[in-house]
DNA sequence: GCCGTTGGCCAACAACTGTTGGCAACAGTA
DNA sequence: TACTGTTGCCAACAGTTGTTGGCCAACGGC
């Protein structure tokens, strides 16, 4: 009981859901991927899914926990951030779908929400200021930063613009990653409010 | 009866629903704003909404007509389109929610998503023909140049990352126009396409 | 005065939602 | 063998949703 590691007979059923989940989250969103289309996705009763997640808001969160994985930028070199970033975004989104369930959940449902700011806070906003010359404008840059690549997300994966979603991912390096180089290093352009 | 436009008494609680409807549409995406709760908003009896409007798709429908009221480009100075496009979206999505209320919906909405494609083809693309030099490159760079504005409308109004939500109006023009300067009017990059 | 039209509300329907409790089949242990 | 805990399914609940039909009051032209 208090096995710890011990493989249980039910741990295949969970994941099972887990990845059924993610998949729904991702192409559904919160609301409209209902418990019984997770279930019947994962040939599974909905009484299950209950039984094991408690409920569809704890089924989510653990359906939603991400890690974006970025590169240690002691490791790239000062000029390169852009490529390196843009390339290892477009990979991590691609390898599985729980980045594209974030985002379209995070769109109407509350925790969904904040747990897209926790990742910005925590996991962003670091980078960036390991990356990005140490004045005053981290939080600034690192939030310009996210507004390019949650919108290369949303046109790419989500609407689906077609010149973006077709869009080879070496064209899209070529495009995005000078911007993001700007964001992080180019001095802050004057502004009405400079400290 | 076919008097065109003569004023109706029932014109003012069409308004009011469609008011209501917008504001709900915003702040609580497609499946989230019922019908109840927008009839509740405009002080009126959901059936109200059924008989002016026929469905709820075809109340979303009417909602969201959106036009960007872009400006012209011959009025622009070349070396201006950025800064006048950044100013000029973020005025237009502050002046009512309908921009917000479509980009939440069109995330898990088929009908509004489509809407969306279709602004960005009838409204984006051929501004950006206009703006942009003569090269195969025009829809790439309309889907640029969208992947950062609504990145920027997720980041400001959607999410509300701390950052870009609370920026200035002329520091976010400051940041994004060069950027979408670059997206019209630079030399493409080095492509694995390049025809 | 009358009467058809319009504007509005109420109550109800059928479908679907997350969620729960009870019951059967099975595994492992003694 | 009998016992105990796990794994699973079925049926049902209570609430909410979009949607519909019928009824009532107020208007406007005659």
């Given amino acids: ?24 989250f991702a192409a559904d969103g919160y609301e409209r991927a209902t418990i019984r289309a997770i279930a019947a996705d994962a040939d599974i009763d909905p009484a299950m899914v209950m039984r094991y997640y408690g409920s569809k808001e704890r089924l989510f969160a653990a359906a939603a926990e991400f890690d974006l994985r970025l590169p240690d930028p002691a490791q790239l070199s000062r000029s390169g951030y852009g490529r390196a ?8 989104w ?12 995070a769109v109407t449902n509350d925790a969904a929400r904040d747990q897209m700011r926790d990742v910005f806070a925590g996991q962003i906003i670091p980078l960036v200021a390991a990356a990005a010359p140490a004045d005053r404008r981290v939080a600034h840059r690192a939030g310009l930063v996210a507004s390019q690549m949650i919108g290369l997300a949303m046109t790419r994966y989500v609407l689906a613009l077609p010149p973006i979603a077709r869009m080879s991912r070496d064209d899209v390096v070529a495009w995005i990653a000078p911007v993001l180089q700007r964001y992080l290093t180019r001095p802050a352009p004057p502004s009405t409010a400079d400290s």
């Fill in 85 to 92: 970033l843009v390339r290892h975004f477009l990979e991590r």
């Fill in 1 to 24: 009981m208090t096995a710890g590691t011990a493989a249980r007979r039910s741990d295949a059923t969970r994941a099972a859901i887990l990845a059924a989940a993610r998949r729904r």
């Fill in 94 to 105: 691609e390898e599985d779908g729980t980045f594209v369930a974030l985002l379209r959940a």
